[in-house]
Structure formats: structure tokens, C-alpha cells
């Protein structure tokens, strides 16, 4: 079957540390990978996304890259802010369906 | 990026009733939309694929007669929970999918509390 698996958090860093949140999947066929953030109060937005194997998603200075030899979609970010404290979902999109299954989320807490 | 909105944001009611959730998305057109439940501190349950001039796809487990979904244009989807009882007390959330960017938008979320 199709699953997600996030590490658990919460993750609390100073700012400007560096973030890593792992995500593993299993699927059948070719999925596409995303990343999505919930800010406190707020509905998910995407963050980034790849669709097929090697390709680097990457915004506002996140970024993961889709490895299949691994199944990691890890998200990256060299310097966090406190203005990313925020819950993280890794999810993925079974390959011809249109239907996301999400990790269990990471709450990222980023101090002054 | 796109916006999907939702309404109400919060609602109560008493046990028994049934609640109606709107989804709409604002400036494009979607002939799917999606509908998740989310408990607290945990992640989003895809409880139905809701596809425009045809009936919604439910996912293992979802009662279809209790969450009952249409979607009558191609920006508008409901989701009605009838006869709620406090265990459908949750947070609902659904999603527009953009077919040409093959991109998912969700909404802000409706809070369903049932007493």
C-alpha cells in the first residue's frame, strides 16, 4: 500500500540553525512527492513538490529531493527563521490518482 | 496561488442535527475537490473525492450515508454531516485540485463541534 512516514516532533531550533525533517514513503508505481506547511491559524499552502526521481523541489529557501533509491522526500533549510514555525506534512500522490496520503506532520518550533 | 475558502469556520450544534460545509475555490475551476478530517495534533484523513456532476468516492471506512458530498459546480462542493453526534467533533478541511498545474489547494478548515 501507500503510506507516509514523518519524523516525529516537535523539532525546536534557534534561528538560523539548520533543518532537516525526514520523510520516507512506500508506494506502488510512481508517485509524486510533496511538502506542505500549516502555520498556526492558517489552512496547508504546498511548499514544494517533485514528481519524479532526482528532481529537487524548492521554495523560499526549503528544498528536498525525490530519491527513490532511498524513498526519502527529506526537507531541508540552511537557516531557519522564526516566521517558519510551523506544522510540516510530507505526502505523496499515488502515480495516475490525484489523492494525497499524508505523514503524521512535524511541528517546527524556531526561537529567537 | 489559488484560494480556496470555506464555510462556515467554526460551528456548533447539537447532537442530532445535521451541519452543511461549503468549499469553493475563488478563481479557478475544479472538477475535484477533496475532503479531509483532521484530529488534533495528527494528520489529515482523505475521507472523500468529491468529482463534479457525479457521485463523491469514499475512502474504506467513511459512512456515505453520514457525510453526504455534492458537487453541483464546478466551484462549489458540500459536505454535510447528518444526524452528528460528538464523535464526528473535528476539524474538516477540503481541498481544489487545479488540473492544470496538477496542484492540490486547501481551505482554512471548518471546526465541527458537536455537543
Known amino acids: 500500500g501507500n503510506s507516509v512516514t514523518q519524523m516525529e516532533g516537535p523539532v525546536t531550533l534557534s534561528e538560523e540553525a539548520f533543518l532537516t525533517i525526514n520523510c520516507t514513503y512506500t508506494?506502488?508505481?510512481?508517485?509524486?512527492l510533496f511538502w506542505y506547511v500549516q502555520y498556526p491559524g492558517e489552512g496547508l499552502q504546498l511548499l514544494l513538490k517533485a514528481t519524479k526521481a532526482d528532481d529537487k523541489g524548492s521554495n523560499k529557501g526549503f528544498e528536498a529531493t525525490y530519491r527513490k533509491e532511498t524513498t526519502s522526500f527529506h526537507l531541508e533549510k540552511g537557516s531557519v527563521q522564526v516566521s517558519d514555525s510551523a506544522v510540516y506534512f510530507c505526502a505523496l500522490s499515488p502515480g495516475g490518482y490525484n489523492k494525497l496520503i499524508f505523514g503524521a506532520g512535524t511541528r517546527l518550533a524556531v526561537h529567537p | 496561488g489559488a484560494v480556496v475558502s470555506q464555510h462556515p469556520s467554526w460551528v456548533i450544534c447539537k447532537s442530532g442535527t445535521s451541519v452543511k460545509i461549503e468549499c469553493r475555490s475563488l478563481?479557478?475551476?475544479?472538477?475535484?475537490m477533496f475532503w479531509y478530517r483532521q484530529f488534533p495534533k495528527q494528520s489529515l484523513m482523505l475521507m472523500a473525492t468529491?468529482?463534479?456532476?457525479?457521485?463523491?468516492?469514499?475512502e474504506q471506512g467513511v459512512e456515505k450515508d453520514k457525510f453526504l458530498i455534492n458537487h453541483a459546480s464546478l466551484t462549489l462542493s458540500t459536505l454535510t454531516v447528518t444526524s452528528a453526534h460528538p464523535e464526528d467533533s473535528s476539524f474538516y478541511i477540503c481541498?481544489?485540485?487545479?488540473?492544470?498545474?496538477?496542484?492540490?489547494?486547501f481551505g482554512p478548515g471548518t471546526r465541527l463541534t458537536v455537543l
Open positions: 468529491s468529482n463534479e456532476g457525479s457521485k463523491a468516492t469514499y
Open positions: 478563481d479557478f475551476q475544479a472538477t475535484t
Open positions: 481541498s481544489a485540485l487545479d488540473s492544470p498545474t496538477d496542484t492540490q489547494y
Open positions: 508506494a506502488t508505481g510512481y508517485p509524486s
